[in-house]
């Protein structure tokens, strides 16, 4: 079954620092893709980055990059040079791209950047 | 902004009541996703429609219903209303893809309260 798993559920980075937010997920499927979102206090949803699981290289948008680990099933987020305006919740989300099309995310990761 | 838009902002209902909500997806995009997002259960889908037919199905209760109609705007109706309900639900919309980046985009979300 479908399954992702975000274990830290608040971190603190301080301003200018990288910070890496841990996504483990399971599936049976060999043809999926995982996102990442960062919802601010706001409470809107915003597409970051996205990794297809056939891809060979690590997605990177801008100060975001994806370290996928495709053997150890690990899809986490690294934001260099952290800002303040990056503290928020994150979340890890994952699609089969066979079967059911459905889409879960994980628990989610509060992120709080210190001046 | 997202392009994703959803009616009402909040809403303020009773126990027992049904309530409809609305979205309309960004030009273009044919797949719309219907989200609950509460404190205790994260962030759930409930279904996905595509071109006006369903195609995948999450954790949705038998109260909730949705439909996409032909100028592809979709309605989340919630009928016999608990306090268990009150959440966030949010709409996305995608262009469609069975596979690749289909990215969800979404809306600003709907806040209901259950009295």
């Known amino acids: 079954a479908q399954k992702i798993t975000q274990t830290q559920p608040g971190m603190f980075v301080q301003e200018k620092e990288a910070v890496t937010l841990d996504c483990t997920y399971d599936?049976?499927?060999?043809?999926?893709?995982l996102f990442w979102y960062k919802q601010p206090s706001s409470g809107e949803m915003i597409f970051l980055i996205y990794?297809?699981?056939?891809?060979?290289q690590n997605a990177t948008e801008g100060r975001y990059s994806l370290n996928f680990q495709k053997a150890r099933k690990s899809a986490n987020l690294v934001i260099s040079a952290s800002q303040l305006g990056d503290s928020a919740m994150y979340f890890c989300?994952?699609?089969?791209?066979?079967?059911?099309?459905?889409?879960?995310f994980g628990a989610g990761t509060r992120l709080f950047v210190k001046a | 902004d997202s392009g994703v838009t959803q009616t009402p902002k909040h809403l303020i209902t009773a126990t027992g009541q049904r309530v409809t909500l609305r979205c309309s997806p960004r030009?273009?995009?044919?797949?719309v996703y219907w989200y609950q997002q509460s404190l205790d259960q994260g962030l759930q889908f409930l279904i996905q429609?595509?071109?006006?037919?369903?195609?995948a199905k999450g954790n949705i209760l038998e109260r909730f219903s949705a439909q996409q109609f032909p100028d592809l705007h979709s309605e989340l109706n919630l009928s016999s209303l608990e306090l268990g309900d009150s959440a966030l639900y949010f709409c996305?919309?995608?262009?469609?893809?069975?596979?690749?980046?289909?990215?969800?985009?979404f809306g600003p979300g709907t806040r209901l309260t259950v009295l």
């Open positions: 030009s273009g995009d044919l797949s």
């Open positions: 989300a994952m699609r089969e791209n066979t079967g059911g099309f459905k889409t879960i």
């Open positions: 429609y595509y071109n006006g037919e369903e195609r």
């Open positions: 599936t049976s499927d060999q043809s999926y893709g």
């Open positions: 990794q297809g699981s056939y891809d060979e």
């Open positions: 996305a919309s995608s262009v469609g893809f069975l596979r690749g980046a289909d990215t969800q985009y």
